[in-house]
DNA sequence: ACAAGTATGTTTGATTTCCAACAAAGGGGT
DNA sequence: ACCCCTTTGTTGGAAATCAAACATACTTGT
């Protein structure tokens, strides 16, 4: 773990970032980098696999991915992994457990590969220098608009995750990706065991089951690509 | 619908839910008062199956049940309900989507019962008024609170529904309420059908399931309350 | 180019869920 | 007490999923 101030090298490689992301939309490089010091910014460079957090713990941070990639899971003793979300740059994770004390992570947190991730205290936000900067509240309602949007994000999982079947857990995942992306052919970020393990089902049956859509001429796939064809009339 | 301010009846009779609502925590009732007024407060009293948002619309303002309850749920044209939560007096409904400007509601809500609700603008909260109302800024700080519990809400949803078979789900949902309540015994707020719905699961197996569970003296139950007994040595 | 490891597709039988129909139990109103 | 309506439990056949095994790409490193 690395402390943000001493490292200019991070900075300027991720600032962009930063400028993107909606927590710190309307925001100045200088307001930014005030921030960051009042929320005790840190960044962690992480391998593959490595976990960033474990369910059972608690959090006063939240993550912001800089590079890389991590996967939000659920899995239990015997091997079976839900995969909840996969984070790619400029988003959050952890951010509800951060923001709420005393609460505990029903979730882990894993690098997908090689991953810098940006560490930020929560509640530095929240309790402390209210008064002082001027910045925070209007990160404050930053934060707002982050949170309702992983709602919304969650309300589309469970969409998909609730319906009966695998075949119409794979429709609704890839039409709302589809008109989500705005085009009939586009990536997906997971491969064939991590869709399986989003849509909680099993990557055979699956794979058996794309294979059918395919003979049906309802879309064509090939690795993580995929392009929708709709029902031939 | 009616005017808050002009029904001083509804008020004294509800104002007692509001304060004891983390939204409002930490708030005089005159403050309380004020902020209504700000965020355009207005009580609807909804019938049994009144639907208060239907999936496909979008909405500025959120709600908070003051009595009765009303249900989350994503419905296909054939019937198929989903539940996402049922909601109590005290909690809300509805902000994610009022606090994400241009989103389009991935879900309905139905009074579950005969019902009043509070509805709110959140845009006024989120946009207007700053600097004059300093409460403004704790209120936002409250619905970082309320928002960061929802994802946790969803997040143990996820955790139910995720598991692959109904026995799993039912017991993920059980244990999660025990402890939850604190208590080997308690109550659900949902019936045979709900319970299904909620989990994602066929009724009439989930019915057998728990049949099996009480004959193998796992839990008990009648209606709506449930005694866990933990897996008999 | 090769080998080893990983990812994906295919097949199979056992198990589970779905679905529809029906039976039984409870609730409310007259 | 009676009937009607809703809720809950039970059953059986059709269909789908699971889980394991295997075959076939595709990667990666040397």
């Known amino acids: 773990m690395f402390d943000f101030q001493q490292r200019g090298g991070f900075?300027?490689?991720?600032?962009?970032?930063?400028?993107?992301?909606?927590?710190?939309?309307g925001m100045t490089e200088q307001e930014i980098l005030t921030i960051l010091h009042c929320m005790d910014a840190q960044v962690k460079k992480m391998d593959r696999n490595a976990y960033i957090f474990r369910a059972g713990e608690s959090t006063e941070t939240m993550g912001l991915v800089l590079s890389g990639s991590v996967l939000v899971i659920q899995e239990d003793l015997w091997g079976h992994r839900n995969i909840l979300a996969k984070v790619l740059p400029g988003d959050f994770f952890g951010e509800s457990y951060a923001a709420t004390p005393g609460s505990v992570l029903n979730v882990s947190v894993v690098a997908n590969e090689d991953t810098e991730v940006?560490?930020?205290?929560v509640?530095?936000?929240?309790?402390?220098c209210q008064n002082a900067c001027t910045h925070h509240n209007h990160l404050i309602r930053n934060l707002v608009s982050v949170l309702a949007g992983k709602v919304l994000q969650w309300d589309?999982?469970?969409?998909?995750?609730s319906k009966r079947s695998t075949r119409e857990k794979l429709l609704s995942y890839l039409s709302s990706e589809s008109i989500r992306q705005g085009k009939l052919a586009f990536d997906i970020p997971?491969?064939?065991?991590?869709?399986?393990?989003?849509?909680?089902?099993?990557?055979?049956?699956?794979?058996?089951e794309l294979s059918k859509l395919?003979?049906?001429?309802?879309?064509?796939?090939?690795?993580n690509h995929f392009v929708l064809r709709g029902i031939p009339e």
């Not at 900075?11 to 939309?25: A, T, V």
């Open 156 to 161: 589309s999982k469970i969409t998909h995750i």
């Open 190 to 208: 997971y491969d064939r065991q991590q869709l399986a393990d989003y849509l909680s089902v099993e990557r055979s049956a699956m794979s058996a």
């Open 118 to 121: 940006l560490m930020l205290n």
């Open 123 to 128: 509640n530095h936000l929240l309790t402390t």
């Open 214 to 223: 395919k003979k049906e001429g309802i879309l064509d796939t090939q690795k």
């Open 11 to 25: 900075l300027e490689k991720y600032l962009f970032i930063l400028k993107g992301c909606p927590f710190f939309s």
